[in-house]
């Protein structure tokens, strides 16, 4: 199996045993994103827009390291501190798609790392 670890300095670093993404073939797999400033241990969460669109910011530098955007996102999966933050993170979340959306799940979960609102992973095609 060709497997490539993907770590770059333009997306936050990993806060446990895991890489940012792993390309295999023609399938890039990025690991779930916080709102975390690269580089620094800031959290973005003024508000859930400011916190989305951070999230947001992560995924396409790492999608931008392997000459991806999110035309290239094939699947999503968003995980919420609440579902009430629902609307608030699909509105942000779809200003980033144009046109065809890539299949996702949503999710509520007990708890997030750094206790933040939102997490978000993703799988494109190259």
Avoid: C, W
Wanted: net charge negative; glycine share 6%.
């Amino acid at each position: 199996m060709d497997k490539k670890v993907i770590n770059i300095t333009a997306a936050p670093a990993p806060i446990g045993p895991y890489n940012q993404a792993i390309k295999t073939g023609n399938l890039l797999f990025i690991s779930g994103q916080i709102a975390l400033v690269p580089g620094t241990d800031t959290l973005i969460i003024a508000t859930l827009a400011d916190e989305t669109h951070q999230v947001m910011k992560n995924l396409s530098a790492i999608l931008e390291s392997e000459n991806a955007g999110f035309a290239n996102v094939v699947k999503t999966t968003i995980f919420l501190s609440d579902m009430a933050h629902f609307s608030s993170v699909n509105e942000v979340y779809g200003q980033y798609f144009i046109g065809d959306y890539p299949a996702r799940e949503t999710v509520a979960v007990k708890g997030l790392p750094k206790n933040v609102n939102v997490e978000i992973s993703m799988i494109a095609a190259l």
